[in-house]
């Protein structure tokens, strides 16, 4: 039996449905937000924001686990084991 590939492109379409589902809440003002809610998503190890599809999703994962920073560590820039 074939192992199931994971769909990015579905599980990026589910997090927006869930959002759209979840409502809006109450409008604040951009100024008035948590920082990480309102910035583009930024790459702490290049400083570098991220571009395109890759900023929805990474909105959608912070505002989900209630992220108040807008910094995201890929695994390749994460900590090594062994290391401090």
């Known amino acids: 039996m074939k192992e199931q590939r994971f769909d990015i492109h579905q599980h ?3 997090q927006i449905v869930a959002a759209i589902e979840a409502g ?3 409008f ?3 100024w008035h937000r948590a920082a ?3 910035l ?3 790459n702490v190890a290049s400083k570098k924001p991220y571009q395109g599809v890759n900023i929805l999703p990474l909105w959608a ?3 989900e686990a209630g ?3 807008g910094l995201w ?3 390749s820039n994460g900590p090594k084991p062994g290391r401090r």
Do not use: M
Request: glycine share 12%; hydrophobic share 35%; charged share 15%.
């Open 12 to 14: 990026i379409t589910n």
């Open 73 to 75: 560590a890929p695994t």
């Open 67 to 69: 992220y108040q920073a």
């Open 36 to 38: 990480g809610s309102v």
């Open 40 to 42: 583009r998503p930024v």
């Open 28 to 30: 604040r003002l951009p």
């Open 24 to 26: 809006a809440g109450e």
């Open 61 to 63: 994962a912070g505002d």
